[in-house]
Nanobody
Framework: QVQVVESGGGLVQPGGSLRLSCAAS????????MGWYRQAPGKERERVAG???????DYAGSLKGRFTISRDNAKNTVYLQMNSLQPEDTAVYYC?????????????WGQGTLVTVSS
């Protein structure tokens, strides 16, 4: 089994930066990819960025250049650096991890961390 826990959300002013963390635990070696998603009030959850076990990254087109996903293998942690934040970035940010158990591919989600961009 794999578990993920997000942290780092909070209140930030427009134009500011924030770094979210996602700590994974459990059977780390079974993880093949991790990602960040967000859900704004009244909207559907959307993918923000992802990183594979090989280090390949992908981003939602509209966020590329402002958001950066990275990982620290020694800490089993994935980060989301968010710059030039705008009120429309306000959302609950979720971390997910895709992992394998035998022939099965599963996904686990964290509880989310709230990011509020407001003056």
């Amino acid at each position: 089994q794999v578990q993920v826990v997000e942290s780092g959300g909070g209140l930030v002013q427009p134009g500011g930066s924030l770094r979210l963390s996602c700590a994974a635990s459990g059977n780390i070696s079974s993880i093949y990819a991790m990602g960040w998603y967000r859900q704004a009030p009244g909207k559907e959850r959307e993918r923000v960025a992802g990183i594979s076990s090989g280090g390949s990254t992908d981003y939602a087109g509209s966020l590329k250049g402002r958001f950066t996903i990275s990982r620290d293998n020694a800490k089993n942690t994935v980060y989301l650096q968010m710059n030039s934040l705008q009120p429309e970035d306000t959302a609950v940010y979720y971390c997910s991890a895709g992992y394998s158990v035998g022939p099965r591919y599963l996904e686990v989600w964290g509880q989310g961390t709230l990011v509020t961009v407001s003056s």
